[in-house]
């Protein structure tokens, strides 16, 4: 067996000479520049969720065609040949002896031969219930379809949330190590004051001591992007890897937000989940007509066509045609079972769409409300960051001016990168509700999906 393993950024390969296994086998490479619409589109391409969607979808579908076939005329062809034996006593064909004779006709005739070839046609011409069933199965294709929606709108929302998670720990990578190089810098500028004895021994302690703690805090947010990446590599389905780079890094800082006028309306007009309920309301009220359908008349048309002999070639051309109207009278109390078993499927679908109403007023206008929160955040972040700036730069000159030590710098510095924290943070915040308000009114795809 030869086995390759390598760790973050590159896939593990297991292969074997008798099964030849190998994980990742059927997982795509990454892009080097992975951007959130490739993201997305690679996991519409590999998602095993959507694929088991799909194949519902096309159960469902395969079932309103069933439904339809019982509606549309069934033509079918019939050869057969036989040599066969008749007990007329078994059909109840007896004659009597004749007297000095015997038995003039013997019992059993035969053998001889039978063939026959012809086709038949049977067509339902007035069936109600069929009817009734045939736009039930429809109304319950609509629902699957609606569901199928209702999938990739929460596939897109699972793909966009983990690349904002990864985009925040890249930015927030990023802020510590800005934070990292101002504080050497200072680290610098204390280590030459202290050579000059313009500056203590305390200082520059104090001055190393912020460096190193901000070289941990960057390790660990190293380590935090990389999980990121890797979750979101697993997410779209791809190459288990961290070793790709995020294309959409601008698009984090972005605080663009929609505004709030017909979200709702929007929501209940495209919303999947939204209307694959509905469907399914109307798919029972439908059965419900059918069950009903059930008392009434059915009329019916057969016929058939063909050739009937002793021989293929020595036949004569016969056929039937019929009609037939059947009348249910009593069913053994079928009828009213199945009337009640589809009034309560209508209670329920009833009480699910209340449901699905009240989740989408709730999603939508606490994806509003989260945003805009958001968005405040970050403008009050911003503002602090000038400030937390600008002070940073008024202790740098008063430390290099002898006025006073490097503490005001360092507790500074500590204000800033806060600051910072706090402004991803809320960028975060920011890009996740409005990722959930396009799910939220039935968007995420169009959205988010080339």
């Known amino acids: 067996m030869k086995r390759i393993a390598r760790w973050l950024g590159t896939t593990i390969v297991l292969t074997s000479s008798a099964g030849g296994l190998?994980?990742?086998?059927?997982?795509?490479?990454?892009?080097?520049?992975?951007?959130?619409?490739?993201?997305?589109?690679?996991?519409?391409?590999?998602?095993?969720?959507?694929?088991?969607?799909?194949?519902?979808?096309?159960?469902?579908?395969?079932?309103?065609?069933?439904?339809?076939?019982?509606?549309?005329?069934?033509?079918?062809?019939?050869?057969?040949?036989?040599?066969?034996?008749?007990?007329?006593?078994?059909?109840?064909?007896?004659?009597?002896?004749?007297?000095?004779?015997?038995?003039?006709?013997?019992?059993?005739?035969?053998?001889?031969?039978?063939?026959?070839?012809?086709?038949?046609?049977?067509?339902?011409?007035?069936?109600?219930?069929?009817?009734?069933?045939?736009?039930?199965?429809?109304?319950?294709?609509?629902?699957?379809?609606?569901?199928?929606?209702?999938?990739?709108?929460?596939?897109?929302?699972?793909?966009?949330?983990?690349?904002?998670?990864?985009?925040?720990?890249?930015?927030?990578?990023?802020?510590?190590?800005?934070?990292?190089?101002?504080?050497?810098?200072?680290?610098?500028?204390?280590?030459?004051?202290?050579?000059?004895?313009?500056?203590?021994?305390?200082?520059?302690?104090?001055?190393?001591?912020?460096?190193?703690?901000?070289?941990?805090?960057?390790?660990?947010?190293?380590?935090?992007?990389?999980?990121?990446?890797?979750?979101?590599?697993?997410?779209?389905?791809?190459?288990?890897?961290?070793?790709?780079?995020?294309?959409?890094?601008a698009s984090f800082y972005e605080t663009a937000t929609p505004s709030e006028q017909d979200a709702l309306k929007q929501a209940f007009e495209s919303r999947p989940d939204y209307r694959a309920a509905q469907a399914q309301l109307r798919a029972a009220e439908l059965d419900l007509r059918g069950a009903r359908a059930e008392r009434y008349p059915t009329v019916a048309f057969a016929a058939d066509y063909g050739q009937s002999g002793r021989k293929p070639f020595e036949n004569l051309n016969t056929y039937r045609v019929q009609g037939s109207l059947n009348i249910p009278v009593f069913l053994g109390g079928r009828m009213a079972a199945d009337g009640r078993q589809a009034e309560n499927r209508i209670a329920r679908a009833e009480a699910f769409l209340d449901e699905v109403r009240a989740e989408v007023e709730t999603d939508v206008l606490t994806a509003l409300a989260r945003a805009q929160s958001a968005k405040r955040q970050v403008e009050v972040a911003q503002a602090t960051i000038a400030l937390g700036q600008e002070e940073v730069d008024l202790t740098t000159a008063r430390f290099t001016a002898g006025v006073t030590d490097n503490t005001e710098i360092v507790n500074a510095q500590d204000r800033l990168t806060r600051s910072e924290d706090n402004r991803i943070r809320a960028l975060f915040n920011l890009q996740l509700a409005l990722a959930e308000l396009q799910r939220a009114i039935g968007a995420a795809e169009k959205t988010y999906r080339p």
Do not use: C, W
């Open 22 to 249: 190998s994980l990742n086998a059927e997982r795509p490479p990454l892009p080097a520049q992975l951007s959130l619409k490739q993201a997305v589109s690679m996991a519409f391409a590999n998602s095993p969720l959507l694929k088991q969607s799909q194949a519902r979808l096309g159960e469902t579908e395969a079932a309103r065609d069933q439904a339809r076939a019982a509606l549309l005329p069934q033509i079918s062809v019939g050869v057969f040949e036989a040599v066969r034996t008749v007990n007329l006593e078994a059909q109840g064909i007896q004659f009597p002896d004749i007297p000095g004779i015997g038995q003039a006709i013997p019992t059993p005739v035969g053998p001889f031969s039978q063939f026959d070839a012809r086709a038949f046609l049977n067509q339902e011409v007035l069936n109600f219930q069929q009817r009734y069933n045939h736009k039930a199965a429809g109304a319950r294709l609509e629902a699957s379809e609606a569901e199928n929606l209702n999938v990739r709108e929460l596939l897109a929302l699972t793909v966009v949330m983990a690349y904002v998670n990864a985009q925040r720990n890249q930015a927030a990578e990023a802020t510590l190590r800005k934070q990292l190089a101002l504080s050497r810098q200072l680290l610098t500028i204390t280590t030459d004051r202290e050579s000059q004895g313009v500056a203590s021994t305390l200082d520059t302690r104090r001055a190393a001591q912020q460096a190193n703690n901000l070289q941990q805090v960057l390790l660990e947010a190293q380590n935090a992007l990389t999980v990121a990446k890797l979750e979101l590599a697993k997410v779209i389905h791809a190459e288990i890897s961290a070793g790709y780079e995020l294309a959409d890094i």
